[in-house]
């Protein structure tokens, strides 16, 4: 299964690091070099949860973000009589 937010389509992304020397010229340096660039992902904060889609319960990767925004319908919590 993909690595995609169910609600926004958030994936993985390609980028670099910079690893960078020297002090900057605000601080009073000479300004900074970038001495590497090396690939890397940025993930998104995926969750993976219940939620009601078209009235059924399922389950899907979904990003924090849109989970505490309240973008996602949860299903009711389920109530157990009590043992006797």
Excluded at 17 to 35: D, E, M, N, S
Aim: aromatic share 8%; glycine share 12%.
């Amino acid at each position: 299964m993909p690595y995609v937010c169910g609600v926004s389509g958030k994936r993985t992304k390609i980028g670099k690091q910079y690893k960078r020397r020297g002090l900057a010229k605000a601080k009073g340096g000479v300004g900074q070099k970038v001495t590497g660039k090396t690939p890397r992902t940025f993930k998104p904060n995926l969750q993976k949860i219940r939620v009601v889609v078209d009235g059924k319960r399922t389950r899907m990767y979904v990003a924090a973000k849109y989970i505490r925004r309240g973008m996602v319908e949860k299903p009711a919590r389920r109530r157990f009589p009590a043992s006797a």
